[in-house]
């Protein structure tokens, strides 16, 4: 069992938006500026490339990115935590791996834990899937 400290994972953690560019680059400044946001807002953490990130238009390098930028503008003060769910394995894992580099680097202010949503499971598809008890989808949390 992981054990979190008292203060960890407390409160509510506002998934962020991804700002684009016209051009449709990511917008790394602008992302800054809405973590700046939050922690002036008073929010105890925030979620980085959840669904509503727009985690499904953005390559892994940018995520990782995102990931970089919000701990560097978090500066200790807030909690970040890391969505590095896709619908491919080999992603997934590239993308936890490097959130648990980030956190390594910039400790202690690294992401507080990440989030892992396992892929949705489309029946129809050839295949007889056996779902978790819970629904379609499962997310994961492991803690730092």
Do not use: C
Not at 36 to 57: A, D, L, Q
Not at 73 to 100: C, F, L, P, W, Y
């Amino acid at each position: 069992m992981i054990r979190l400290s008292d203060k960890a994972l407390k409160g509510s953690f506002p998934p962020m938006v991804t700002p684009f560019k016209d051009d449709g680059a990511v917008d790394y400044d602008t992302y800054g500026k809405l973590v700046e946001f939050h922690v002036k807002g008073g929010s105890p953490g925030i979620v980085v490339t959840g669904t509503t990130g727009e985690p499904s238009v953005l390559t892994p390098a940018e995520r990782t990115e995102l990931v970089k930028v919000a701990i560097a503008a978090a500066k200790k003060r807030i909690q970040v935590v890391a969505a590095t769910g896709t619908q491919n394995h080999a992603d997934t894992v590239a993308m936890s791996e490097a959130a648990e580099k980030a956190e390594s680097q910039a400790k202690p202010e690294g992401p507080a834990a990440q989030q892992v949503t396992t892929p949705i499971i489309r029946a129809g598809m050839g295949l007889t899937p056996r779902l978790p008890k819970r629904g379609k989808h499962r997310t994961t949390w492991r803690a730092y």
